[in-house]
């Protein structure tokens, strides 16, 4: 480095420092120099007033709505809203910086006026009554400079304090933090029971548990049964566990108005959304058992919820309603409890989530997903052609069970059995690809392909029919025809079908 640059770097940085001199000394108030300034790396205590003995505390300040809460038995309440439940931690945690009150450096006044620190006008003012009779002042000032926290002084005493900043946080608080929020229970997944979402009074999302004969699909006991006139399977995948979550977890965030009185101002009026959450929890005394089986004695499907399985007399019942209102100068959304006049503000994401479920997310795609293996048979019809399988199960030379298929009457070989499953297993991976149109008007509503599958408690018809003639055939599932498949995927099952025909020769 040339000893010019060095010269050049020298002097920036001795402007820096002249600098940083010159607004400190603009910054701290002028009472405030080397000789009468009690600096400590210990705390200073002030005052130490315990909880117990507090009895009145008035918070006031120019930026802030005045507070006056007093003690009531055991109880704190606020004096203008005695009835209004208040968090007993957040009273707690304000009164505990009393007990003891403590400082970080202690000023002499020396002359200086209360005005240079913030102090003529304070920010905040805390007077406390105590059992005794004694009265007590504390008032917050200007930030300090550089170092942060607060100028303060208490009482009468002629000297101001340098506080930290968690005092200065811990008193200027809002009335409606202190009040107590609603809560709503965190619901274990498995106990949910039914969901429901209305978006501007409509309707536009419910899905419930039901028992196993009003199931439509093998694999789970939720069905979506709104907005649609036939129900749906709900999904068997994680998308399913996230949907879920939008509803069980659900946290208000910051009261707004307690015991509001004029709900248009939210939105609440009229609101946007609304969103129903029943659930259960188990009796006291009552324990799952090990195997969970149903009342009936079978054991339930894949799902995992308890639903089928706590008998309804050992479980109580429990329900949420959450109305959505208007949008708050920060987006988040203004929210009430259905039987609540008070006001909250939920996070907008959350929010948006929970009202924007929708059916075709949400459901199980799979226009058929029972495994071949636990059913007992099917009839086809293609056409003219027929085609009628059945499943049994016996035991092989091994001693163990195996499938035992025929076809149209004919039992199938073994060495075809993989060939026989083939149409099956194209129709098992087929997905519906996009909601029908009613604007679309097909030539003809005579079948493509219809199918029966014979489950060992139900029957389930799926019907392909012709769509657009081009890309898509519409399905038709026990009368729930809202959805399309690929034409060409279809096809190539039909005459995956159509080729068992040769094993039948």
Known sequence: MSKGIKQALTLGILCLLMVGAIIAYFLVPQGEDEENANVTENAIDVVSIEASAINQVDIS????????????????????????????????????????????????????????????????????????????????????????????????????????????????????????????ASIEEDYLTSISVKNKGKESFRAEIVSDDKK????????????????????????????????????????????????????????????????????????????????????TSNSTNKANVVPKDKQVSHSYTLVIGGNAPDGSYYVRLKDSKNVYTMDAEIVQSMLGVDAYTYMDRCVYSTLATDINGYDAVIGDKKISVTRKTEKGDDGKDKNVWTLNGTQVSDENEETFLTPYTKGYLLEFTSEAKDSVKPKSNEPIMKIVFHEANRDVTVTYLPYDGTNFYRVDKNGMDYFLVDKRSVDDMISAYEALLKLDQ
């Open 216 to 299: 439509v699909d093998a694999y789970t006991n939720w069905v979506i049964t709104k907005p649609f006139e036939k129900p749906l399977a709900g999904s068997s995948t994680d998308d399913w566990n996230k949907l879920q979550g939008y509803f069980t977890s659900v946290e208000l965030q910051e009261l707004v108005e307690y015991n509001c009185k004029n709900m248009k101002e939210y939105g609440l009026n009229e609101p946007v959304g609304e969103v129903e959450v029943e659930y259960f929890e188990l009796q006291e005394g009552y324990e799952l058992p090990e195997a969970t089986a149903n009342p009936d004695g079978k054991i």
């Open 61 to 184: 300040g120019p930026e802030m709505e005045s507070i006056s809460l007093i003690k009531n038995g055991e109880e704190w309440i606020l004096a203008d809203l005695p009835k209004a439940p208040l968090d007993a931690q957040a009273v707690d945690a304000m009164l505990s910086s009393l007990a003891p009150l403590t400082a970080t450096k202690e000023l002499a006044m020396d002359g200086a006026s209360l005005a240079e620190y913030g102090l003529e006008s304070p920010q905040v003012t805390v007077k406390v009554l105590t059992t005794d009779g004694n009265s007590y002042e504390l008032k917050i000032g200007e930030t300090v400079p550089v170092t942060g926290g607060n100028y303060g002084v208490f009482g009468d005493r002629d000297k101001v304090y340098a506080f930290e900043d968690t005092v200065f946080e811990g008193f200027a608080v809002s009335k409606n933090s202190l009040i107590a929020k609603e809560e709503i």
